[in-house]
T-cell receptor, first 114, second 117 residues
Framework: AQKITQTQPGMFVQEKEAVTLDCTYDTSDPSYGLFWYKQPSSGEMIFLIYQGSYDQQNATEGRYSLNFQKARKSANLVISASQLGDSAMYFCAMNGGYGNKLVFGAGTILRVKS | GAVVSQHPSWVICKSGTSVKIECRSLDFQATTMFWYRQFPKQSLMLMATSNEGSKATYEQGVEKDKFLINHASLTLSTLTVTSAHPEDSSFYIC?????????????FGPGTRLLVL
């Protein structure tokens, strides 16, 4: 079975600084995808970034980058130059296996301070 | 691209009534959609996988007769909460499967908040 672990219930970061949100995963599938979603207080889930298990390079999308360490089974999200609008819940997720369903972590609440 | 809408965004109903929630993929066709439930400050819990033209696949512990899912077209899936009770009050969110740079990805709707009185 697949499992996602996010050990940080909440994080604070000063505006304009970088922050790393931790995510570790467990799976026996050789092929899988790792995702990060942002959920602001409005409730919508916003897709941020994707990393495939066979990707050699870390994924980057604007201010978001995914620090993928396959041997450690970690897929940490790095947000550079934090903005007040980055305050939200962040979920790490993975798919793969039968049905290719998404498995979510518990989430990390990020608060950006001005 | 890859926009998913949900309607209604908010619904308040009396106990015993049924509520229908619509999930639409606006700019792509989705043979597979998913329905999730989320309690405050918790993660998403997958309820069922909705497949166009066939029966939905429910997760263990989810009552099929309670949560009716219909995926009648490639752009619309509906979730009907039948005979709703206060314990069904929750945030329901759908997603639709599409690709992003060739990789399979789920895009989510804005969610529906259900309050059963």
């Amino acid at each position: 079975a697949q499992k996602i672990t996010q050990t940080q219930p909440g994080m604070f970061v000063q505006e304009k600084e970088a922050v790393t949100l931790d995510c570790t995963y467990d799976t026996s599938d050789p092929s899988y995808g790792l995702f990060w979603y942002k959920q602001p207080s409005s409730g919508e889930m916003i897709f941020l970034i994707y990393q495939g298990s066979y990707d050699q390079q870390n994924a980057t999308e604007g201010r978001y980058s995914l620090n993928f360490q396959k041997a450690r089974k970690s897929a940490n999200l790095v947000i550079s130059a934090s903005q007040l609008g980055d305050s939200a819940m962040y979920f790490c997720a993975m798919n793969g296996g039968y049905g290719n369903k998404l498995v979510f972590g518990a989430g990390t609440i990020l608060r950006v301070k001005s | 691209g890859a926009v998913v809408s949900q309607h209604p965004s908010w619904v308040i109903c009396k106990s015993g009534t049924s509520v229908k929630i619509e999930c639409r993929s606006l700019d792509f066709q989705a043979t597979t959609m998913f329905w999730y439930r989320q309690f405050p400050k918790q993660s998403l819990m997958l309820m069922a996988t909705s497949n166009e033209g066939s029966k939905a696949t429910y997760e263990q512990g989810v009552e099929k007769d309670k949560f009716l899912i219909n995926h009648a077209s490639l752009t619309l899936s509906t979730l009907t909460v039948t005979s709703a009770h206060p314990e069904d009050s929750s945030f329901y969110i759908c997603s639709a499967r599409d690709t992003w740079r060739g990789w399979e990805t789920q895009y989510f709707g804005p969610g529906t908040r259900l309050l059963v009185l």
